[in-house]
Nanobody, 115 residues
Framework: QVRFVESGGDSAQPGGSLRLSCAASIDAFGLYKMAWYRQAPGEQRELVAS???????NYADSVSGRFTISRDNAKNTVYLQMNNLKPEDTAVYLC?????????WGQGTQVTVSA
């Protein structure tokens, strides 16, 4: 059973920064594709950023240039550095792991951006 410990969600002002962390209890963490998704109230869940086992990253257009996803395989952890936050970034951010056609989800951490 895969479990996640997500942290870093908080309130921030527009233009501010937050760093999300997701520690996963996964054997061979380095083989998994990891991602961050977000879901705002009344909206569909959307991909924010992903990082492959080889380190290739992918970003939603709305966050490209502002957010950076990274991973530390020695710590079984994936990070999301969020800079220049905007009110539209307000959402629950969920950690996601994918391997061998299976996917696992964290419970999410709340990010709220307001003046």
């Amino acid at each position: 059973q895969v479990r996640f410990v997500e942290s870093g969600g908080d309130s921030a002002q527009p233009g501010g920064s937050l760093r999300l962390s997701c520690a996963a209890s996964i054997d061979a963490f380095g083989l998994y594709k990891m991602a961050w998704y977000r879901q705002a109230p009344g909206e569909q869940r959307e991909l924010v950023a992903s990082i492959s086992s080889g380190g290739t990253t992918n970003y939603a257009d709305s966050v490209s240039g502002r957010f950076t996803i990274s991973r530390d395989n020695a710590k079984n952890t994936v990070y999301l550095q969020m800079n220049n936050l905007k009110p539209e970034d307000t959402a629950v951010y969920l950690c996601n792991a994918q391997f061998a056609r299976q996917t696992w989800w964290g419970q999410g951490t709340q990010v709220t951006v307001s003046a």
